[in-house]
Structures are given as structure tokens and as C-alpha cells.
């Protein structure tokens, strides 16, 4: 009677895909839950670059036109992003740094020189070497990057970094931060609105 009631135990299925349903219920969970995590993030990035692009271009003109507040254009540019993003950044950190260079090839690199008296391709202030003061400050500089969004035919360029809580807990599951981190940039040159200041020369024994 006992190997009766085995074999008749061993042909049982009832209840067999509740098993197997068990099983791969977290991993297809962590699956599902990852990818709208990757989606979301793009979805992010994307519209946040949107709107530096747009705030950007707005600002290249003379005199921008901003429906944000703020008292200088680089305050209402950022109040423009933040607007932009406020809807789908729940409890996120933005920054946007704001900078501009005397043309696009500043952007990265150090000021040109314009004497190299040995030829080696780098500023020696002992041999009298001269630069272009890109940022004026009288020193030669790696970052030729000044403050603010500049003038006329200046290249402004913004960059905006965010940091913000996931929405849903997939970090825990496969080790992931639980912030969303991203950043996005973007260099626009200004109107010719009016005449773009000439950086000065500056050399090494005269510095």
C-alpha cells in the first residue's frame, strides 16, 4: 500500500508550476524592474539635454527671453533647466556650471602660445615664452574657461550634472548605486551682437 501511494505521489503535478514559477519569479523581477530602470535614466538624460540645449541657444541672443526668474541670464538659465526637469527628477541635485572661452578649441585645452622661444610646445616663463590670456588673469592656465556665460561671439558652454534617487529598489537586488548619476554638456557661441573682446599677450618676463 505505501508503494502504492509513492508511485501515485511521484505521477502528481498538481502544483508543479507554482514551483517553477517561484523560481525564476526574482530573477524575471530584477529583469523587468532593470530594464525600466535604463529606460527611465534615458528618458532623463534625454530631456535634460533638451533643455540645455534650448536654454543655451536662448541665451546666445543680446537679450534673452526667459519666462524663469532670476536676476542675471545665468540664473534664469538654470531656473529654465530646473523648470524643465522639476516634473520627472523627483528629490534630485542639479548643478549647472556655466562657462565661456574665446572660441571653441579653449574648450579642454590650455592658452595658445604665441612665442615658444626652445620649441618644446610648453610655457617656460623663465624663457620669456608668451601666451594668449584667454581668461585674463595675467597667468598662464591649463582651463582657459571664465566665469559666467561671456559677451558677444564668445563660445558659452554649459554642463549640467544631476544626482538623484532611483525609483525603484533594483540597486539592492544587483549592486548597483542607489542614485541615478548623469551629467550632459553642451557649447553654443554667442551672437555677434557687438565686438568680442581681444584677449591680451601675455610673456613670461613680463608676467
Do not use: W
Not at 534617487?165 to 549592486?175: K, Q
Amino acid at each position: 500500500m505505501i508503494g502504492s501511494f509513492l508511485r501515485s505521489l511521484r505521477r502528481d503535478a498538481r502544483g508543479a508550476t507554482i514551483v517553477e514559477f517561484a523560481l525564476i519569479a526574482m530573477p524575471l523581477c530584477v529583469l523587468v524592474m532593470g530594464a525600466f530602470d535604463l529606460g527611465h535614466q534615458s528618458y532623463i538624460r534625454t530631456v535634460m539635454q533638451g533643455a540645455l540645449n534650448d536654454a543655451a541657444r536662448r541665451a546666445a541672443v543680446e537679450d534673452p527671453a526667459f519666462t524663469a526668474s532670476g536676476s542675471t541670464t545665468e540664473e534664469r538659465v538654470e531656473n529654465t533647466i530646473a523648470q524643465r526637469l522639476q516634473a520627472i527628477t523627483p528629490g534630485a541635485t542639479i548643478t549647472i556650471s556655466q562657462s565661456n572661452f574665446y572660441d571653441f578649441s579653449g574648450i579642454g585645452n590650455p592658452e595658445k602660445l604665441m612665442r615658444d622661444e626652445n620649441g618644446d610646445g610648453s610655457y617656460d616663463a623663465a624663457d620669456g615664452d608668451c601666451f594668449s590670456d584667454l581668461d585674463e588673469d595675467g597667468q598662464y592656465d591649463t582651463d582657459t574657461g571664465r566665469s559666467g556665460i561671456g559677451g558677444a561671439n564668445d563660445v558659452a558652454f554649459y554642463q549640467a550634472d544631476l544626482v538623484m534617487p532611483r525609483l525603484l529598489p533594483v540597486a539592492g537586488l544587483i549592486g548597483f548605486s542607489p542614485n541615478y548619476e548623469m551629467s550632459v554638456a553642451t557649447a553654443v557661441r554667442n551672437q555677434p551682437y557687438g565686438e568680442q573682446r581681444t584677449p591680451p599677450v601675455v610673456c613670461g618676463d613680463e608676467a
